[in-house]
Nanobody, 116 residues
Framework: QVQLVESGGGLVQAGGSLRLSCAAS????????MGWYRQAPGKQRELVAEIINGGRTNYADSVKGRFTISRDNAKNTVYLQMPSLKPEDTAVYYCKVTNTRSYSYWGQGTQVTVSS
């Protein structure tokens, strides 16, 4: 089992910034992919950004060039730096990790609200 603890969400005005953190513990050996997803009310959960062993990253078009995902292997933590936030970024953000057996674990979610 892998436990994920997310933090860093909150309420911010448009143009502001937040940094999300997701710390993994437990059976972390073999985690090859860490990422952030989000789900806005009435919408499907979508990939925001992910980082894969070796450092390759993928971003949703809506955040590419604006958000930055990074990983601290020593702390087993993945971060999502979110500057220049927009109201449409409002959602519950979930951390997801995937291991070498393609099994995924999800965090409990953290609310990000951007006011206009």
């Amino acid at each position: 089992q892998v436990q994920l603890v997310e933090s860093g969400g909150g309420l911010v005005q448009a143009g502001g910034s937040l940094r999300l953190s997701c710390a993994a513990s437990g059976s972390i050996f073999g985690i090859i992919r860490m990422g952030w997803y989000r789900q806005a009310p009435g919408k499907q959960r979508e990939l925001v950004a992910e980082i894969i062993n070796g450092g390759r990253t993928n971003y949703a078009d809506s955040v590419k060039g604006r958000f930055t995902i990074s990983r601290d292997n020593a702390k087993n933590t993945v971060y999502l730096q979110m500057p220049s936030l927009k109201p449409e970024d409002t959602a519950v953000y979930y951390c997801k990790v995937t291991n070498t057996r393609s099994y995924s674990y999800w965090g409990q979610g953290t609310q990000v609200t951007v006011s206009s």
